[in-house]
């Protein structure tokens, strides 16, 4: 599976997150994916945890690819970065929208030479419009986007997600949009063309759910905590020693709850006799089912509510999800080296192709690492 994409050289402008994921995307199904970097490198390099001085954040998104340093700031430098490009399949960049135009090394420049060349741009609000020249990073795109406000206990102030999701959306997508058009242009049914991809754009895609509420009601979604808007019981609830979560989401479920608190009478309870009044009482059902979970563990409720088939779990710290036995009987936690030699641990891709998930063929590049090498491939002299 990791030469999918063997044959396909893709040149990454990238920092940061949202690029640098995509890129890795296409590494990993076994592109060429060469990163171009400044002099000073990508700034992520300097983000902590660090080993001997390398970054392990930037580990995290930057494995099986190729550095190359270039001075875009020179003549010779964009030069050399033309020639990449000429050279390429793809180009992925996420600087702010203009800056490859003012280079010389937009997308404009290539589309009469290179028809069959497919450039996407990452930016935060897009290619046009009235928000063009601002710049945005994940919070304040999460806080424009909505995100935030629905984020967090219905009480508390506005919270983001804790995971990065306005980047690593962006990425997804770009690589999304990426593919359909390879796919279409290898097939002799489309020409390259410039993907513009919105961070904010990308986060609205994912709240699919939340924008049809509000198109289908004119309300906006509140905060719920754990909470979901159309189904209950499901969300974190508090036991004896701790929090675990309960997603019952249909009548046989409930059944199922009921039969295991001893509490068969509520199945039959007005204020909860179906998924939307359940939903519309959460609240009360959420202290009435506390109040019996008072008494019990965390360890015998989810043993409990996993013996008759409702969906449940622990809140889990990351030590304690990433050595879950399903994540270990994945193999998803992989060896990586770095370029001091040290052997680290990292997520890998968490996608399957007949049982086996793309392989870490290389760890991140130190900066410049490739440089020689690859402009020697291309022809061009330093």
């Known amino acids: 599976m990791t030469d999918l994409l063997q044959g396909v050289r893709v040149i990454e402008f990238c920092h940061v997150a949202a690029g640098p994921f995509c890129g890795m995307l296409f590494a990993d199904m076994g592109a060429d994916v060469i990163k171009v970097e400044s002099p000073d490198g990508d700034s992520m390099r300097q983000w902590p945890p660090l080993r001997n001085g390398f970054s392990e954040n930037f580990a995290s998104v930057n ?48 589309r009469e030479e290179k028809p069959d060349l497919i450039y996407c741009s990452i930016s935060a609000f897009g290619q046009s419009g009235p928000r063009v020249n601002e710049g945005g990073f994940d919070l304040t795109i999460q806080a424009l986007s909505g995100i935030m406000s629905v984020t967090g206990e219905p009480e508390s102030a506005p919270v983001k997600c804790g995971v990065p999701v306005s980047d690593f959306s962006s990425g997804l997508y770009a690589a999304f949009a990426v593919m359909s058009l390879l796919h279409a242009v290898r097939q002799g ?18 709240a699919a759910l939340q924008t049809s509420e509000y198109f289908g009601s004119g309300r906006d979604p509140a905060r719920l905590g754990s909470a979901h808007p159309r189904n209950a019981p499901y969300q974190a609830f508090r036991a ?3 929090y675990f979560v309960m997603a019952a989401g249909n009548q046989k479920l409930w059944r199922s709850v009921c039969e295991v608190i001893d509490r068969p009478n509520l199945f039959d309870d007005p204020r909860f006799a179906t998924t939307a009044l359940r939903a519309q009482n959460q609240a009360a059902l959420c202290d009435l089912l506390e109040e019996i979970f008072a008494d019990r563990s965390v360890a015998s409720l989810i043993e409990a509510f996993t013996d008759v088939g409702v969906p449940c779990g622990p809140v889990n710290s990351y030590a304690n ?13 992989r060896d990586v080296d770095l370029p001091s030699g040290e052997r680290v641990k990292s997520f890998g891709s968490p996608i399957m192709m007949s049982g086996k998930s793309a392989e870490i063929r290389r760890g991140p590049p130190a900066l410049g690492e490739h440089t020689d090498e690859v402009l020697r491939e291309i022809g061009y002299a330093k």
């Open 63 to 110: 494995r099986n690819k190729r550095s190359v340093v270039l001075d875009l700031k020179s003549e010779a430098g964009k030069s050399a970065a033309r020639a990449l490009i000429r050279s390429a399949d793809i180009v992925i960049e996420n600087n702010r929208p203009g800056v490859m135009d003012r280079l010389g090394l937009g997308y404009a420049s290539f």
């Open 189 to 206: 049914r489309a020409q390259g063309q410039h993907i513009d991809i919105a961070m904010l754009g990308a986060s609205l895609g994912i």
């Open 240 to 242: 004896a020693d701790g």
């Open 321 to 333: 999800a990433l050595t879950d036995p399903q994540v270990e009987h994945m193999g998803w936690v």
